[in-house]
């Protein structure tokens, strides 16, 4: 279980975080949803100890990320995988040795088990032999489905996702949108995705909460958002970003 306990940070005294709640259950996949700049790949940052709050922690599996030390932190970040918001690949390095990459560093496998792994996480990525292909030779929705693959090689027990499906076509954000689910179900990966795209909110979140102006003003399961009242949450969840105060 991920628990984001009161998390506030500024960044040169603008206020970005305002004492933020958030509970992500085992075997959840909960959606992040607002506007942009709100803070949404802010938060994710804290979740993998990229960024530390300046006030409230953040608790993974009963243990605060913000007071470890960094060896424990070193362990708790490969439970944790992350897809960025550009999918983040070198591009001087092909798909097999990006792949690679972390548990190489890690040296979590055998050295003659790797390949065979990089081919396994390629297939369930549906992607087949484009190990020696370099990033500028792939389509945007490979690189994000490498990316995925990369970050999946650690066997992480959680899976954050920073807007998986901005700027792909309906058809490739659809099957990205599938492959998390199926992340989520097969393999049992804890997910966290961001998002500002509403199809795939509802169609990958068993909860959805929206960020705004700080803290977060919404939490529940798709149809409780569809149902809300809360004028700042209908105006997001049709369309009209214009929100009033
Ligand atoms: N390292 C940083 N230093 C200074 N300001 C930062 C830093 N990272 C983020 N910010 C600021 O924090 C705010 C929130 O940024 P963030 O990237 O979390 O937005 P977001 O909700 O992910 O937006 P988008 O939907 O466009 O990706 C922005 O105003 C941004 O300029
Ligand atoms: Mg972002």
């Given at each position: 279980m991920i628990e984001i306990k009161k998390v506030s940070k500024s960044f040169d005294e603008q206020?970005?975080?305002?004492g933020v709640e958030l509970i992500i259950e085992d075997g959840s996949s909960h959606v992040i949803i607002g506007r942009s700049g709100c803070g949404k790949s802010v938060l994710l940052k804290h979740i993998v100890g990229l960024l530390k709050p300046d006030e409230g922690d953040i608790w993974v599996d009963n243990v605060s990320v913000v007071s470890m030390r960094r060896r424990e932190l070193y362990k708790t970040r490969v439970k944790i995988g992350m897809l960025f918001q550009g999918s983040a690949?070198?591009?001087?390095?092909?798909v097999e040795e990006n792949i690679s990459l972390g548990v190489r560093e890690h040296r979590m496998f055998p050295h003659d088990e790797i390949s065979d792994r990089v081919a396994a996480k390629l297939e369930l990525v549906d992607?087949?032999?484009?190990?020696?292909?370099?990033?500028?030779?792939?389509?945007g929705g490979m690189k994000k489905r490498v990316s995925l693959a990369r970050a999946l090689m650690m066997e992480p027990k959680y899976m954050l996702y920073d807007?998986?499906?901005?700027?792909?076509?309906p058809v490739m954000a659809d099957a990205i949108n599938d492959l998390i689910i199926s992340v989520r179900d097969r393999l049992g990966v804890t997910s966290i995705v961001v998002t500002h795209d509403m199809a795939s909110a509802y169609k990958v979140g068993d909860h959805i909460s929206m960020l705004h102006e700080g803290l977060v003003n919404f939490s529940g399961t798709p149809d409780e958002i569809r149902k809300s009242k809360n004028r700042v949450v209908q105006n997001f969840i049709t369309g009209n970003q214009v929100v009033v105060a």
């Open positions: 206020p970005v975080l305002n690949l070198f591009d001087s390095m092909n992607l087949h032999g484009i190990q020696k292909k370099f990033p500028s030779e792939l389509s807007e998986p499906t901005t700027g792909l076509d």
